[in-house]
């Protein structure tokens, strides 16, 4: 059974940074694309990083230049570094895995699902 677990979140304020955590079992991180999305209330989820099998990376534009996702395979985890936050950043991350060595930005694309943490930005 896959389980995804995500930790790190919590209150920041503008500016911080913060490194979330993704923890997989039953799944191997280096032969999936692994994915950030984040939801914000009253918002759809929204793509905001993957880093693929490959190691290739792709961001969104709201993030690029201020998120990194890297991967520890010897942990099987995947992280989300985010610097420079803003208010804006405030959801809740979700990290997420799908098979195989396509890069994509869909969240229907992605099997695999944790169950969030929450990243507040204080102004």
């Known amino acids: 059974q896959v389980q995804l677990v995500e930790s790190g979140g919590g209150l920041v304020q503008a500016g911080g940074s913060l490194r979330l955590s993704c923890a997989a079992s039953g799944l191997t991180v280096s032969s999936h694309a692994m994915g950030w999305f984040r939801q914000a209330p009253g918002k759809e989820r929204e793509f905001v990083g993957v880093f693929g099998a490959s190691g290739s990376t792709v961001y969104a534009d709201a993030v690029k230049g201020r998120f990194t996702i890297s991967r520890d395979n010897a942990k099987n985890t995947v992280y989300l570094q985010m610097n420079s936050l803003k208010p804006e950043d405030t959801a809740v991350y979700y990290c997420?895995?799908?098979?195989?060595?396509?890069?994509?930005?869909?969240?229907?694309?992605?099997?695999?699902w944790g169950q969030g943490t929450q990243v507040t930005v204080s102004s």
């Open positions: 997420a895995g799908r098979l195989g060595w396509g890069i994509l930005t869909t969240r229907t694309a992605y099997s695999y």
